[in-house]
């Protein structure tokens, strides 16, 4: 089994007071450029490609909401690289304004616990940034870690996988599809109501009424399950990336562990030919009654006229690669003890959900919810629990609801505190995202550009690119390099 680089990028609701729809971007803007924990401004975007496409071709252009491009008409805020405001970390991640929403990116990492920690430093990076943005304005700043704005807007999560080349297109999305629509159950962040398709009291997915395409290249508009950017930030003769942007964005920990689990699960079994093989009919149609059907159980169309469920479809995931993987792999297992999970889960929720309303953040919700309607605060109808929703996801503790149930510990116990705190200050794991905090932290006087693939010096008014391979261990010994000529020496030398 190949090591799975895995990354985690999430755009943040973000509402200041007296600030409207089109002041969005400029707000944003302004949050980010704020930010006390910004270390190096300057990213590299030469090798960024959103418009190629894993299928072999490049569209001419990304389709746009026509309501987001309503708010930009007239607009004047200059060059691409000003309006998206990036900040390098000094943890290796990357803080920027992304359409009008703060975006925190995790490094890469390559456990399920690491990308936890890191995507948990993120929370805290948005809030500060929040509090920084309301002390120089006066103006009260609230932040969201959720996907949509309740008026038919929706923000995303994106996950990334590096995956090796060779496995190609089809392969991976035949292994990757059935998952991302049935494990929503295991890892979705909920929500009152529906703003497309049927009616629905509550739902398991936030994302699930804003896709309209099994697969394609877009990400703002006519989105789809799968998504096909050919973007790998790495050599793309040896690698290609998997960009998912169907996931939700989680506050319990374990589901953001548990999404890219099973993911992981799928792509080494593409490796070995033992994915299970499911056919849906559509996946976009399947997504969305997966969202609304909060027994788990509801069916999922076949192209042969069949049906089956998301409990099934997790199952067969998790047995194959207890079968045909490299258990002792600490990478394999770790995955497999969270598909494992997974199955529990499933068998948790037809006894009743109690343990899954402890570490599925929709269940979570749905238990506080379902309170409010039977002590007669609210009912199906009233519009305050679409409050009581959004207050979930509120990243000020004092304010959250999430936070209220972690205090009751009506939630599975958060990351510790320390763990969270050291991976702000630098990576956990030694990947390409280690090097680059080191450049940002100790060299960023002759830094001038940064990209998730290289590091740019200028020596001199000489420039150096050094390229960053995806697939190195990076030494904790570069932290001890004393000059920058150390430093580009031990990264060549490692590749």
Same mark, same amino acid.
Not at 127 to 153: E, M, P, W
């Given at each position: 089994?190949?090591?799975?680089?895995?990354?985690?990028?999430?755009?943040?609701?973000?509402?200041?007071?007296?600030?409207?729809?089109?002041?969005?971007?400029?707000?944003?803007?302004?949050?980010?450029?704020?930010?006390?924990?910004?270390?190096?401004?300057?990213?590299?975007?030469?090798?960024?490609?959103?418009?190629?496409?894993?299928?072999?071709?490049?569209?001419?252009?990304?389709?746009?909401?026509?309501?987001?491009?309503?708010?930009?008409?007239?607009?004047?805020?200059?060059?691409?690289?000003?309006?998206?405001?990036?900040?390098?970390?000094?943890?290796?991640?990357?803080?920027?304004?992304?359409?009008?929403?703060?975006?925190?990116?995790?490094?890469?990492?390559?456990?399920?616990?690491?990308?936890?920690?890191?995507?948990?430093?993120?929370?805290?990076?948005?809030?500060?940034?929040?509090?920084?943005?309301?002390?120089?304005?006066?103006?009260?700043?609230?932040?969201?870690?959720?996907?949509?704005?309740?008026?038919?807007?929706?923000?995303?999560?994106?996950?990334?996988?590096?995956?090796?080349?060779?496995?190609? =297109?089809?392969?991976?999305? +035949?292994?990757?599809?059935?998952?991302?629509?049935?494990?929503?159950?295991?890892?979705?962040?909920?929500?009152?109501?529906?703003?497309?398709?049927?009616?629905?009291?509550?739902?398991? *997915?936030? +994302?699930? #009424?804003?896709?309209?395409?099994?697969? *394609?290249?877009?990400?703002?508009?006519?989105?789809?399950?799968?998504?096909?950017?050919?973007?790998?930030?790495?050599?793309?003769?040896?690698?290609? +990336?998997?960009?998912?942007?169907?996931?939700?964005?989680?506050?319990?920990?374990?589901?953001?562990?548990?999404?890219?689990?099973?993911?992981?699960?799928?792509?080494?079994?593409?490796?070995?030919?033992?994915?299970?093989?499911?056919?849906?009919?559509?996946?976009?149609?399947?997504?969305?009654?997966?969202?609304?059907?909060?027994?788990?159980?509801?069916?999922?169309?076949?192209?042969?006229?069949?049906?089956?469920? *998301?409990?099934?479809?997790?199952?067969?995931?998790?047995?194959?690669?207890?079968?045909?993987?490299?258990?002792?792999?600490? $990478?394999?297992?770790?995955?497999?003890?969270?598909?494992?999970?997974?199955?529990?889960?499933? $068998?948790?929720?037809?006894?009743?959900?109690?343990?899954?309303?402890?570490?599925?953040?929709?269940?979570?919700?749905? +238990?506080?919810?379902?309170?409010?309607?039977?002590?007669?605060?609210?009912?199906?109808?009233?519009?305050?629990?679409?409050? =009581?929703?959004?207050?979930?996801?509120?990243?000020?503790?004092?304010?959250?609801?999430?936070?209220?149930?972690?205090?009751? $510990?009506?939630?599975? $116990?958060?990351?510790?505190?320390?763990?969270?705190?050291?991976?702000?200050?630098?990576?956990?794991?030694?990947?390409?995202?280690?090097?680059?905090?080191?450049?940002?932290?100790?060299?960023?006087?002759?830094?001038?550009?940064?990209?998730?693939?290289?590091?740019?010096?200028?020596?001199?008014?000489?420039?150096?690119?050094?390229?960053?391979?995806?697939?190195?261990?990076?030494?904790?010994?570069?932290?001890?390099?004393?000059?920058?000529? #150390?430093?580009?020496?031990?990264?060549?030398?490692?590749?």
């Amino acid at each position: 089994m190949w090591p799975v680089l895995i990354g985690l990028e999430t755009e943040y609701g973000l509402l200041v007071e007296g600030r409207g729809a089109e002041d969005q971007v400029d707000d944003s803007m302004a949050l980010v450029r704020g930010t006390p924990d910004g270390r190096f401004v300057g990213w590299d975007y030469r090798f960024e490609s959103p418009r190629a496409d894993l299928r072999g071709f490049q569209v001419d252009r990304l389709t746009i909401d026509p309501e987001d491009a309503r708010f930009d008409v007239g607009s004047k805020r200059g060059p691409d690289n000003e309006v998206r405001s990036d900040r390098v970390l000094a943890n290796g991640a990357r803080f920027y304004n992304d359409h009008g929403h703060p975006e925190y990116s995790t490094p890469e990492c390559l456990s399920l616990r690491e990308l936890a920690l890191n995507d948990a430093v993120g929370e805290r990076v948005v809030l500060r940034a929040a509090r920084a943005l309301q002390a120089a304005t006066g103006k009260r700043v609230c932040v969201y870690k959720n996907n949509s704005d309740g008026h038919g807007a929706s923000f995303g999560t994106h996950e990334s996988y590096l995956v090796p080349r060779r496995l190609g =297109y089809e392969r991976v999305f +035949r292994a990757v599809v059935p998952l991302l629509v049935a494990r929503q159950v295991v890892c979705g962040a909920g929500k009152v109501g529906a703003e497309a398709g049927t009616h629905c009291d509550f739902q398991i *997915s936030q +994302r699930a #009424d804003f896709f309209t395409e099994t697969s *394609s290249v877009d990400t703002l508009y006519r989105r789809p399950v799968f998504n096909t950017r050919d973007e790998p930030h790495a050599d793309p003769n040896e690698w290609m +990336r998997l960009h998912v942007i169907c996931g939700d964005s989680n506050r319990i920990s374990s589901c953001n562990e548990r999404k890219f689990a099973l993911i992981k699960l799928a792509l080494w079994l593409a490796e070995e030919e033992r994915a299970p093989a499911w056919s849906l009919a559509s996946a976009v149609r399947s997504f969305s009654s997966v969202s609304r059907d909060l027994t788990g159980s509801g069916r999922i169309e076949l192209e042969d006229g069949n049906w089956t469920t *998301s409990r099934q479809i997790v199952e067969s995931y998790v047995e194959a690669a207890d079968r045909y993987l490299d258990s002792s792999d600490k $990478e394999v297992c770790e995955a497999l003890d969270r598909g494992r999970e997974s199955v529990d889960l499933f $068998e948790d929720l037809d006894r009743g959900g109690e343990t899954l309303a402890t570490r599925v953040d929709w269940a979570a919700k749905l +238990r506080m919810l379902d309170q409010f309607v039977a002590d007669g605060s609210a009912d199906w109808g009233d519009p305050s629990l679409k409050s =009581y929703d959004l207050a979930y996801h509120d990243l000020d503790p004092e304010e959250s609801l999430f936070d209220a149930l972690c205090e009751l $510990e009506m939630v599975e $116990e958060r990351l510790p505190e320390q763990d969270v705190t050291s991976r702000a200050s630098t990576p956990g794991e030694s990947t390409r995202a280690f090097a680059r905090s080191v450049a940002v932290r100790q060299f960023a006087g002759q830094l001038v550009g940064v990209s998730w693939g290289c590091l740019t010096f200028d020596r001199e008014g000489d420039r150096k690119t050094l390229v960053l391979p995806p697939d190195v261990v990076y030494p904790r010994v570069l932290e001890d390099c004393r000059t920058l000529d #150390d430093f580009l020496r031990q990264i060549e030398e490692l590749s």
